[in-house]
């Protein structure tokens, strides 16, 4: 069964950046779409955004185009989130997720992800 392992959280001034890591194992990720997902305090889990298997195609949602960037590395079996330029509002618990996807292009709000990492926690402020 596929496991993730996310880390790479902290507190950071707005404006700063983090880079989280989402650390998978159990299985391999050739066919899986990975997706970053986040929920704030009283508020529903939301895509942040997703890679294809292959690493070619991006989807990110509206609020953090421009300031985020997703990768991966297979070979080390590892996604990325790059954070930049971070807003109070991107303050929340951080979670990986995995979805079989073996052509197309994934997205984060179709569902279907599954194998939840334990989250790391982000929090922005001055």
């Known amino acids: 069964q596929l496991q993730f392992v996310e880390s790479g959280g902290g507190s950071v001034q707005p404006g700063g950046s983090l880079k989280l890591s989402c650390a998978a194992s159990?299985?391999?990720?050739?066919?899986?779409?990975i997706g970053w997902f986040r929920q704030a305090p009283g508020k529903e889990r939301e895509g942040v955004s997703c890679?294809?298997?292959?690493?070619?195609?991006?989807t990110d949602a509206d609020s953090v185009k421009g300031r985020f960037f997703i990768y991966r590395d297979n070979a080390k079996a590892t996604v990325y989130l790059e954070m930049n330029n971070l807003k109070p509002e991107d303050t929340a618990v951080y979670y990986c997720?995995?979805?079989?996807?073996?052509?197309?292009?994934?997205?984060?709000?179709?569902?279907?992800?599954?194998?939840w990492g334990q989250g790391t926690q982000v929090t922005v402020s001055s």
């Open positions: 997720g995995a979805l079989f996807l073996p052509h197309g292009i994934c997205n984060t709000v179709s569902g279907g992800y599954e194998y």
């Open positions: 159990g299985l391999s990720l050739d066919y899986y779409a």
């Open positions: 890679i294809t298997p292959s690493g070619g195609t991006t």
